[in-house]
DNA sequence: AGAATATAGCTTCCAGGGAAGATATATCCT
DNA sequence: AGGATATATCTTCCCTGGAAGCTATATTCT
């Protein structure tokens, strides 16, 4: 009898008249979540880094050499506003961990782009995070990661890809 | 091609030394976490609710009647500080939602209890809100809602039980 | 009883993100 | 060409929560 079940009970005993049933996968889905968040800022921390930041660093690295990208994408890329991407540009870029210059192409436009601090920074850092993401996986069994796997995307689509792929 | 799953294959293609495998399950939960949390805050607006707000209103209704709680029962319930509590509860009691008194057996505990106010609108809002998880969790065949709840309370299990239930 | 410690809640200060608007530049249309 | 609209980013203000410390009351120990 984990948390989430001992507040279904409550529920069933003070709402009989309401099916709660699928609190159990959504409240444990975010429970789990905010768990795993917890667990994985604790590797960011040892570098220095906020979960925002590693997200803003990662996005660079990803783009491969120069490392660079226009602000509202990264904004794009990591779920947040383009006004929270200003203050985490301006958090690392005060922490020398990536530079911001106007873009030549288009004079509205600004390029942020990772610095060689920034890329080893990175770099050691991504190599720590995914061994803590393996090692938090591994306490479920190889079928149910599977297969877990598979249930997410599917939902997942549902939410991103709501009237299917576009044709390409 | 989901956007967790071009993430991986761009991390493949620039740090090919790193099994990103951990990524895809976990990546596309919070993913999924965080598209559930949008669309259920929709419901709680509709009450003129912030999502911390419905907890705290929930959590009361679930005690049963007189609908009470202290606030650090509260704090614990919901997962934050003693201090977001304070703020909560501070605004719950200007709106009229929760009153706040001196617990009568200790002089250093108080007492939020549910308005009669508090109690319609979170017996109307707790109706809607389970009839939108239902709805949310409707995009799954019921199969793979069985298994997905059963894996999270495995993992769940981890990481809030992680030495074996008390022994009662 | 009286001192030391523990507990409950609150206050203060700070960090992080969202929303809306401001500014500068680009593009489109006549 | 020139005005209207669109785009990219930044700025400002606000909301929420965390961390640490404060105050009042309880409890424990001598």
Redesign the interface.
Known sequence: ????AR?QQ??A???PD?????????G??????????ER?CLVYRRFGLAEGEFDVLAAL????APYERAPGELAAHT?VTTGAMTKRVDRLEQAGLVTRRPSESDGRGRVVALTTAGLELI?AA??EH?AN??R??D??APD??D???T???????????PVG?PPA
Do not use: K, S, Y
């Open positions: 009898m984990d948390h989430v507040i409550e529920w005993r003070e709402r309401v099916d709660v049933g699928p609190a159990g996968v959504i444990r889905l975010h429970r789990v979540a905010g768990h795993l968040t994985l690295r990803r783009a491969g779920m770099d991504f190599t995914m993401e393996r938090l996986l306490a479920l149910d990661a297969r877990l796997e249930i997410l995307t599917t939902w997942l689509a549902v939410f991103e890809l792929e």
